[in-house]
């Protein structure tokens, strides 16, 4: 079976299981992978980057493409089967075997990852329109909180997923995703530097392009 199939077979067989950990049928396709890890490829090394539900790796790929000489790459990932998938992808696939000696996967939730400013770059695959709009805010203060001042944050969202489902949902359902939108504006606010539209992906995607602020403390203080 190629590579390709045993991504999705694993994918689909999480989407089932762990529906709302997982977020989505299948991997990212291509153009969303490359427009996620758009500032790995950017930007110059040594960094340390981070990226966080990397899943069966349709973004890892494209972040170890991008990777300079003297990066490392940090993997946070909550679900076994793909913490297995990963290890497995390190060790054998050619395209992730380059980046084996410098990547680390941590198989936790990133709500537990410790730390502060200790990455260059940070590129989620989390379905954050899945979670509680609490617990989104608190992802996106843990992904701030681990960005270096001056460092760069992509995630995506689907486009169009907060009002359509809003349209078809009870009213604590409603409440849940403006707060999952309230979450995301409040981290896009002052720091948002772009966002692509990534139409070719089913269902068509924003990528939020992020760069912390060299001192954020007075961030906070402006938005209070
Ligand atoms: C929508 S999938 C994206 C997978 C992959 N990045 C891609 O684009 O195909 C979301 C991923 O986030 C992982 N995940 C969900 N909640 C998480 C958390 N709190 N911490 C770390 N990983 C999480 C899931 O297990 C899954 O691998």
């Known amino acids: 079976m190629s590579q390709r199939w045993a991504d999705y077979r694993v994918f689909l067989g999480e989407f089932v299981r762990s529906f ?23 930007g110059r090394g040594p960094r340390r980057i981070l990226e966080v ?33 990963l290890h497995e992808r390190l060790k054998n696939d050619p395209l992730f075997r380059p980046a084996a000696e410098r990547t680390r996967i941590l198989h936790c939730p990133i709500e537990e990852v410790d730390g502060e400013g200790t990455y260059d770059v940070i590129v989620s695959g989390l379905p954050l329109n899945n979670f509680d709009a609490d617990v989104v805010a608190q992802i996106l203060d843990v992904m701030l909180r681990l960005l270096r001042p001056g460092g760069t944050m992509s995630f995506f969202e689907y486009v169009g997923v907060r009002p359509l489902r809003s349209l078809v949902s009870r009213r604590d359902e409603r409440t849940r995703l403006r707060g999952v939108g309230q979450a995301i504006a409040d981290a896009r606010q002052g720091r948002a530097i ?30 209070t």
């Open 53 to 85: 539900g990397p899943g069966t790796g349709a973004v890892t790929r494209w972040i170890i493409d991008g990777l300079d000489a003297n990066d490392t790459l940090d993997l946070v990932e909550v679900n076994e089967s793909f913490v297995r998938r």
């Open 20 to 42: 709302h950990s997982t977020g989505a049928i299948l991997p990212s396709g291509r153009a969303l992978a490359r427009a996620l890890a758009r500032h790995v490829r950017e």
């Open 194 to 223: 772009g966002r692509n539209f990534v139409a070719p992906n089913v269902p068509p995607a924003w990528v939020h392009h992020l760069r912390s602020s060299a001192d954020e403390n007075q961030l906070a203080n402006s938005m």
